[in-house]
């Protein structure tokens, strides 16, 4: 058995067109039968509107439901570009296909894929469980006659994905607070973490405009919460 990670470029459909955005997300689950399709999609961008208005405007899709839409609450929480508004939005697609799109023939051929599926760059990205390379190389020639394909990698075990919920992630994000976070965000970003260290934490306080002190302890408290994050969820 494989688990496998495949990209697709479908060309000229809304998850490419989204991407000349510069807007990313998942597609969280969805369902399939007789070609009717759900999906409940997860967005993220500096602007959303108009890639909301390419997704209405796709001829395939029937109702186009915003389940939610927010801005600026993870803008506000940018270290080094505090005017930066990112909006992430949840919308409900209901679709009829007619054509065959690249999820449509995995599951008409019997394959596997993963929830979510990541959209990225204009591109789409599927995990799936395969059961020799003789069928990766079937679906890759299936996929091509619809869009550009790529294997991402393909590893000889079955992986599952081993993912915190939302109301974790929530929960980790609500624990640090707004100058752990800066802490955070401009160490990672300076090179404090790199190896060899591009910055020290000198620089980090400089750029917080606080004490040497102050600044590691605001980067131990995050860094504490981060670890305790990694290790209650690695198992």
């Not at 409940?40 to 439901?65: C, F, M, N």
């Not at 020639?141 to 993912?163: F, W």
């Amino acid at each position: 058995m494989l688990t496998v990670r495949l990209s697709v470029r479908y060309p000229d459909d809304w998850t490419e067109k989204i991407g000349r955005l510069g807007v990313s997300g998942d597609i969280y689950t969805a369902t399939l039968h007789d070609r009717e399709y759900m999906g409940l999609i997860r967005l993220q961008g500096e602007d959303l509107d108009e890639s909301l208005d390419l997704i209405r405007a796709t001829p395939y899709h029937e109702k186009v439901e915003v389940v939610e839409h927010t801005s600026g609450e993870y803008g506000e929480r940018t270290a080094t570009n505090s005017s930066k508004r990112t909006e992430q939005a949840t919308i409900l697609v209901t679709a009829q296909l007619q054509d065959e799109t690249p999820f449509l023939l995995m599951l008409e051929h019997g394959f596997m894929p993963l929830d979510p599926t990541t959209l990225k760059h204009g591109r789409e990205y599927f995990d799936l469980i395969i059961r020799d390379r003789d069928r990766l190389i079937e679906l890759v020639e299936l996929l091509e006659q619809v869009s550009d394909v790529e294997i991402e990698r393909a590893r000889p075990q079955v992986e599952t994905a081993t993912l915190p919920s939302q109301v974790a992630w929530n929960i980790l994000l609500g624990d640090l607070t707004d100058r752990q976070f800066e802490a955070l965000a401009l160490a990672v970003e300076s090179g404090y973490f790199s190896v060899p260290r591009e910055a020290t934490l000198e620089d980090v306080a400089d750029a917080m405009n606080v004490g040497k002190s102050t600044a590691g302890e605001h980067l131990r408290r995050a860094l504490a919460h981060v670890a305790g994050f990694v290790v209650e969820h690695r198992s």
